[in-house]
């Protein structure tokens, strides 16, 4: 490979990991104009590349799917398998961080996963491995391909891999919720990435070790303190995405802690955040969070309102999933204020969807749903005809 490739791929590494994501830009459009002058596809892909990661981390998503889509098209033509693989990779983090659609990004981490190891390019592989990981429903699947990224990372002697793996492991853990593991593998994950100067690692890793800290009443508020450090970081460097997730964690953590109005505070900047970035699939997904706040204080009306502009929006965005799960809500919210009729229509429009989208476990979720409102209905009309009248709860 052509020194001029190693330098650019180098340097647009070295520059994400300390979030110079500005000068990732400037650098990459002078080189895609220089290769395209000389027709030099390989750089063309690596260039177009560094925009995309570079402009999905500054939360310009849109620009981001221009880029790498003329990169996936500009590998393909030229038969490049190695760039193919790393589009392919791109395009799935763009797809899950833009715009929050799983579906399309575990295909192209799976189709980047074949590609990988029918090219034995471990260290592509484990990097695809990571992906596939980072989105898995199940935290027993994070595990395991986390398992196999270390074991590659180890053998590749690659720190900044074996980081990131230990770290989806340690959020494999929080899921299962065994803390004292989650804290041990942060520990290691987090030497790991200071050792290869991964500021933005770092401070996600130090987030998450907040977060363990805060299932703790006796280091409640440390934890708090050290994901508020995680959120000054992400927006010191402009990552757009790892600021509203920490937003989003920090929210979650107060929620679980009954702390409703601060939680809303963290929600409210999800949304403003959304709004100031002006990109709609962040905006549906903040609806949606205060939706259920405004469950959790039993504002029914308000829930609704938050819900239905989310579907509205997730409709917009065409994102299914996201609209199926806001119409589920809704017909729960309907079904807790005794209104079958509405909840059975919102579950119907969710199940239709979840069919569409070959979803069996959301399917048979959703019809248990259903039937339920009906049991509910006729034991209703049984106590009314005994003279008492069921409110909402």
Request: net charge negative; with cysteine.
């Amino acid at each position: 490979m052509p020194a001029k490739i190693d330098s650019l791929q180098y340097d647009i590494r070295e520059l994400m990991k300390s979030g110079g994501f500005n000068e990732i830009v400037d650098r990459c459009h002078v080189e895609l104009t220089l290769a395209r002058r000389e027709d030099n596809p390989s750089v063309e892909v690596i260039a177009l590349l560094g925009l995309a990661q570079a402009q999905c981390s500054l939360g310009r998503f849109d620009f981001a799917r221009d880029y790498v889509s003329q990169a996936l098209d500009c590998a393909r033509a030229a038969n490049a398998k190695s760039l193919t693989i790393d589009a392919l990779t791109v395009r799935a983090r763009v797809a899950r961080e833009g715009y929050l659609q799983t579906a399309e990004a575990y295909e192209d981490y799976r189709q980047a996963v074949d590609y990988a190891f029918e090219a034995g390019d471990m260290r592509r592989y484990g990097k695809s491995l990571l992906g596939l990981g980072e989105i898995a429903s199940s935290p027993d699947d994070s595990s395991k391909h986390a398992w196999k990224a270390i074991d590659i990372a180890r053998e590749l002697n690659d720190d900044q891999m074996e980081a990131r793996a230990i770290l989806l492991l340690s959020n494999a853990f929080i899921r299962k919720q065994d803390f004292s593991k989650a804290n041990n593998g942060l520990l290691v994950a987090l030497r790991k990435a200071q050792s290869v100067n991964d500021r933005l690692l770092e401070s996600v890793i130090i987030g998450q070790q907040g977060l363990v800290l805060a299932q703790d009443s006796d280091s409640f508020e440390r934890g708090i303190q050290q994901q508020l450090t995680a959120l000054e970081v992400a927006r010191g460097m402009e990552a757009v995405f790892h600021e509203f997730m920490r937003l989003y964690t920090l929210a979650m953590t107060l929620l679980a802690a009954q702390d409703l109005s601060d939680a809303r505070n963290y929600f409210d900047q999800m949304l403003a955040l959304s709004q100031d970035i002006q990109h709609p699939p962040y905006e549906m997904y903040a609806l949606g969070l205060l939706g259920r706040w405004q469950e959790l204080r039993d504002n029914p009306e308000s829930a609704i309102a938050y819900y239905q502009r989310a579907v509205e929006m997730a409709r917009a965005v065409s994102n299914p999933a996201s609209e199926a799960r806001y119409l589920y809500a809704l017909g729960s919210v309907h079904q807790t204020q005794w209104d079958f009729a509405s909840a059975r229509r919102k579950y119907k429009e969710a199940q239709l969807i979840y069919r569409a989208l070959d979803d069996s476990r959301n399917t048979t979720r959703v019809r248990a749903s259903i039937v339920y409102t009906y049991l509910l209905a006729f034991t209703t009309g049984i106590l009314r005809l005994l003279g008492i009248q069921p409110t909402g709860k």
